[in-house]
Antibody, heavy 124, light 110 residues
Framework: QVQLVQSGAEVKKPGASVTVSCKAS????????MHWVRQAPGQGPEWMGV????????KYAVKFQGRVTMTRDTSTTTVDMQLSSLRSEDTAVYYC?????????????????WGQGTLVTVSS | QSALTQPASVSGSPRQSITISCTGT?????????VSWYQHHPDRAPKLIIY???ERPSGVSSRFSGSKSGNTASLTISGLQAEDEAYYYC??????????FGGGTKLTVL
């Protein structure tokens, strides 16, 4: 079955960087977009960006441009999300979520499935 | 992009129906019929329950339905069950390969 398994919880100091990994299985990795979504405590989800695992192209939310980098490794079917210059407001659960099949109309379908989430805590 | 607006909480009794609204703008909800809804139980991954405004993924109960009017999308849950108690989030495509989520609604089954 389609499964997304994320790396474990992280604790980081302000100013540091964090990398969260998402290993995909159960489908053709390069055929579907992968999104990253975060949810801070008590808030709604926030879309961070998307990567095309086929070519590695990315699109980031304006809010995160310059601080986020999404990469993929087709040999291990893993997508990584690195967030730099961390601040306390970045404390959140970070999710990867599979999007639509590559080359389908953007926005169609939805995010399914989601990874189990990775808690990133930023604290001095 | 501003987050879509959802009521913070709704409640209903078993077997009743409830509706959760999701208000955006003419740049997102109003411009595309591409709203999705997610059910999120604490300590579980969010689950897609409605996509493209009113479509249900395979395996999702027909008690869940979606609609849209203007800049507002809605999720209706009929025949409420205890297991429906969860957080519900809407999400809209906002153009140029970007998406925007709602702030979430906590559904309490009384």
């Amino acid at each position: 079955q389609v499964q997304l398994v994320q790396s474990g919880a992280e604790v980081k100091k302000p100013g540091a960087s964090v990398t969260v990994s998402c290993k995909a299985s159960g489908y053709t990795f390069t055929s579907y977009y992968m999104h990253w979504v975060r949810q801070a405590p008590g808030q709604g989800p926030e879309w961070m960006g998307v990567i095309n695992p086929s070519g590695g192209t990315t699109k980031y939310a304006v809010k995160f441009q310059g601080r986020v980098t999404m990469t993929r490794d087709t040999s291990t079917t893993t997508v990584d999300m690195q967030l730099s210059s961390l601040r306390s407001e970045d404390t959140a659960v970070y999710y990867c979520a599979r999007g639509i099949v590559v080359n389908a109309p953007p926005g169609s379908f939805g995010f399914d499935p989601w990874g189990q989430g990775t808690l990133v805590t930023v604290s001095s | 992009q501003s987050a879509l607006t959802q009521p913070a909480s709704v409640s209903g009794s078993p077997r009743q129906s409830i509706t959760i609204s999701c208000t955006g703008t003419s740049s997102d909800v109003g411009n595309y019929n591409l709203v999705s809804w997610y059910q999120h139980h604490p300590d579980r991954a969010p689950k897609l329950i409605i996509y493209e405004g009113s479509e249900r993924p395979s395996g999702v109960s027909s008690r869940f339905s979606g609609s849209k009017s203007g800049n507002t999308a809605s999720l209706t849950i009929s025949g409420l069950q205890a297991e429906d108690e969860a957080y519900y989030y809407c999400c809209s495509y906002a153009g140029l390969s970007t998406w925007v989520f709602g702030g979430g609604t906590k559904l309490t089954v009384l």
